[in-house]
């Protein structure tokens, strides 16, 4: 369990010590849910979630907070967390969520894919997207490792978190490049980039679209400093002299 200490920024004194797992799945949630918004079709139906982790249900959490969803299928190898999650989400977020195990038609049948996974390989081929689907790809987050293959990005408008973090960890994008499949020039922009209007997002319903993220740090001090602002005003927490 890790834990996050949030500093005075002028004198670097600490404010508060938080558990960090909580705020990174938290925020790791509402990127994805910025990230679907922007670049998700406004009629999302269908979710199809790999992996049934604790990053998994942040992850489908953000997808239904900025999409009416009308139900879910959860793929993972381990089939009592992916009942579990089954279970416990559909009664959540009130949506029918079904465990399943044909691959193939979980993706070709979704309208937002979730990837949330600790694979070394790809989880799906890219020949089976259908138009207009989005994936938010939150998983795996080393060069060597990928939850899409080299298809899908080649398919995708691609949509980073950050670019140069994605370069740097992300195998997703880093191995297509390595192949000589893509070249970085692929990277159609940042997501900052366009929630800020400065790049259009979603330009057509047929575009299919990719959000690539790795995390980044000034996440977890922006979340934290909400949180940390909300336990002040609700008088929540601990005080402790030091």
């Given amino acids: 369990i890790g834990q996050l200490m949030l500093s005075d920024p002028e004198t670097g004194s600490p404010l508060a010590i938080m558990d960090a797992t909580f705020l990174t799945m938290m925020r790791g949630g509402a990127a994805s849910a910025v990230a679907t918004k922007y670049l998700a079709r406004r009629e999302v139906k269908d979710v199809t979630v790999f992996g049934a982790g604790q990053q998994a249900r942040t992850q489908q959490m953000g997808v239904c907070a900025v999409r009416q969803v009308n139900g879910a299928v959860v ?9 579990d999650f089954a279970d416990q989400m559909s009664k959540a ?28 390989e790809p989880l799906f081929r890219g ?66 980039q366009v929630v800020a209007g400065l790049i259009p997002g979603r330009e057509s319903d047929d575009e299919i679209t990719l959000f690539k993220s790795v995390g980044l740090a000034v996440e977890d001090v922006a979340t934290a400093v909400h949180v940390y602002n909300l336990a002040l005003r609700r008088g929540l927490g601990t005080q402790v002299n030091l």
């Fill in 127 to 192: 020949e089976w997207l259908c138009p207009g689907v989005h994936i938010n790809a939150v998983g795996t987050h080393s060069p060597d490792t990928r939850e899409v293959d080299t298809q899908t990005v080649r398919r995708a408008k691609v949509v980073p978190e950050l670019s140069s973090a994605c370069l740097a960890d992300a195998g997703d994008l880093i191995l297509p490049i390595v192949e000589g499949a893509i070249t970085e020039e692929h990277i159609y922009a940042n997501l900052g």
């Fill in 93 to 120: 977020l009130d949506i029918p969520i079904e465990p399943v195990d044909d691959v193939r038609a979980a993706v070709e049948m979704a309208d937002v894919i979730i990837t949330a996974t600790f694979t070394r």
């Fill in 75 to 83: 793929l993972d190898p381990n089939t009592q967390a992916c009942h």
